[in-house]
């Protein structure tokens, strides 16, 4: 069974860190790329961060440049978001999603931003 956990959200002023993880199970680890999507109430879900666990590319959406990093433990099948400055445009629920490539690898008519196993989200507040 594929599973994918995220965990470690919460709340957090403004200017402060927060560290996200996703875990992942069912699938083969190394082969896939794992990116990072939020949703804010009343927007859509918005892709920004991913990393390939094949080669430890990354990249990263101008809104979360600088602040935010990537990073994967493939020993753990863990993949990590160090999330810095954080500011209050930040709050949404986060969800971690793999396909075997960043840009998605299945019809996006049929599969969400064409990733192929999504997790459930874990919330982050950022108070002003």
């Known amino acids: 069974e594929v599973q994918l956990q995220a965990s470690g959200g919460g709340l957090v002023q403004a200017g402060g860190s927060l560290r996200l993880s996703c875990t992942a199970s069912g699938f083969t680890f190394d082969d896939y790329a794992i990116a990072w999507f939020r949703q804010a109430p009343g927007k859509e879900r918005e892709g920004f961060t991913c990393i390939s666990n094949s080669n430890g590319r990354t990249s990263y959406s101008d809104s979360v440049k600088g602040r935010f990093t990537i990073s994967s433990d493939n020993a753990k099948n863990t993949v990590y978001l160090q999330m810095n400055n954080l500011k209050p445009e930040d709050s949404a629920v986060y969800y971690c999603?793999?396909?075997?490539?960043?840009?998605?690898?299945?019809?996006?008519?049929?599969?969400?931003?064409?990733?192929?196993?999504w997790g459930k989200g874990t919330q982050v507040t950022v108070s002003s």
């Open positions: 999603a793999a396909s075997t490539s960043c840009n998605g690898s299945l019809d996006y008519d049929e599969h969400p931003y064409g990733m192929e196993y």
